[in-house]
């Protein structure tokens, strides 16, 4: 499955991101904001569900630790959210540690619409319905809270060494 809808476009001018949730002020930033923050090249192994993998795709991204730099939180979960309404959940400590990203560019050209852009989220150690595409957004929580494939029986995690597919793997 590679998008449970169709893809969605915002203007860049109307794009923001967002840090929300168990944080004392929520955190945004707008497309230049977002842009002009520090960024890594980070090269990785992708992994689908439907057991394809995608050796050394290289990203432009934002780390999600820069993000979250200097949040205090008794958070222990995420959700992304994104254009289109589509969500993920991820324990803080998958997205934290140098893991996680928020990608814009691929390959070094823009992230193409349907791939996610402008931005999508970048979770390489876990399957890759946990890389949110067009995402807008981290809420931060204190309890656990499903989201779009996990609600209908995937992996809560999704660990692809663990083959951590469908709910009971
Ligand atoms: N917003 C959003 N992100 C999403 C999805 C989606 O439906 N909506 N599908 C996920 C799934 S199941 C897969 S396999 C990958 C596909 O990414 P790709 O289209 O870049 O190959 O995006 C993930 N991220
Ligand atoms: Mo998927």
């Known amino acids: 499955m590679l998008s449970a809808g169709p893809t969605p476009r915002t203007r860049l001018d109307r794009w923001d991101s967002v840090v929300e949730g168990e944080i004392d002020q929520p955190r945004r930033w ?4 977002f842009r002009s ?11 689908c569900v439907t057991k394809w993998s995608k050796f050394d795709t ?3 991204a934002v780390s999600v630790d820069t993000l979250l730099a200097g949040v205090e939180t008794s958070a222990e979960y995420v959700v992304a959210y994104c254009d ?3 969500t993920t959940n991820l324990p803080l400590e998958d997205v934290i540690g140098g893991k996680t990203w ?3 560019e691929y390959e070094g050209e823009p992230l193409e619409p349907a791939h996610g852009g ?3 989220l970048l979770v390489p150690h876990l399957y890759l319905w946990k890389s949110a595409k067009w995402v807008r957004g981290l809420e931060l929580l204190i309890a656990d809270r499903p989201g779009f494939w996990e609600t209908l ?3 809560n995690r ?6 951590e597919r469908y709910a009971g793997d």
């Open 158 to 163: 999704g660990d692809p060494w663990g083959e």
């Open 84 to 86: 289109g309404g589509y």
């Open 102 to 104: 928020v990608a814009y």
């Open 118 to 120: 402008p931005a999508r």
């Open 58 to 60: 290289s990203w432009t």
């Open 37 to 47: 923050l520090p960024v890594e090249a980070v090269t990785k192994d992708i992994h």
């Open 30 to 33: 707008t497309w230049e904001e």
């Open 153 to 155: 029986g995937y992996h």
